[in-house]
């Protein structure tokens, strides 16, 4: 007995926002790699390297945002709902690598600091800020609802931090020649991108594992079937997350006495309304009956 009630949250995820913010990035990126080697700037380079990481990150984001809107079809019956999930994935590990390769050339930095020409530094790293905080501004919204958003959101958050650190360094190496500023900021930033990456890589990995969603628990399920009399238990629970929005469960009901099909089904449509209360919108039950007497819908949870 399969019920499937599609529940589709109306987001205004918008295509063209990424596609502007990848324009963008490509501009910044281009003018930090020249204005690196005409300086002399390791933090222009580095910078340069974390933009190049985002234009590429951004890139995958777009066209896994325009797969996951593909319809399914007989090969694909999920459609490309997951293209999103790894394209997250792969986005917060690559920012996690990045933040590692930035602490290293920061703890070097500081072993030998280097002189540079700050007005580039300066320029440049305004230019970042502008730039960065233009696409940040543009995905904000979306980034709440969307974990492949929010990966391309926190690339964009970590440029834009980088720029203003950047821009502090070149303040402060211009009027004070203090060179120790910029790779201590440059520290801080990436522990906050490695802090913040690990979160996407925990959710997006959990959701391709199946794991349980967060937010909804077993124990929330098991009670509304209790609160069914005509259910005896519920076993063999399978309970998994597709994407951001859609959680599927399927399950075993076992009866206390062997109804109609229109008697168990009309149960069933009423146990699914009662579970939507709890963000489940995809149920599959299979309906059994006198499966050994058992009493308790807990001793019935079995895990595979």
Known sequence: MDH?????????ISGGKLLFSVILNLVITVAQFIGGILSGSLALLSDALHNFSDVMSLIISYYAHRLSHRPQNIRQTFGFKRAEILAALFNASVLIAVSVYLIIESIQRFITPQAVESTWVMGLAALGIVVNGLSAWLLHRDAGNNLNIRSAYLHLMGDLMTSFAVLAGGIMIYFYGLYWIDPLLSLLISFYLIR????????SGGMLMQFSPDHVSVDAIVEKVEAFKSIEGIHHIHL???????????????????????????????LMHALEEIGIHHTTFQCEVGKNGRNKVLERCEYH
């Open 4 to 12: 499937h009630h599609h529940h589709h949250h109306d987001s205004d």
């Open 196 to 203: 913040s990456s690990y979160g996407i890589v925990r959710e």
């Open 240 to 270: 998994w997350q597709l994407d951001d929005e859609t959680v599927f469960l399927e399950a075993r009901l076992n009866f206390h006495e062997d109804l109609t099909l229109s008697a168990a089904n009309a149960v069933v449509h009423e």
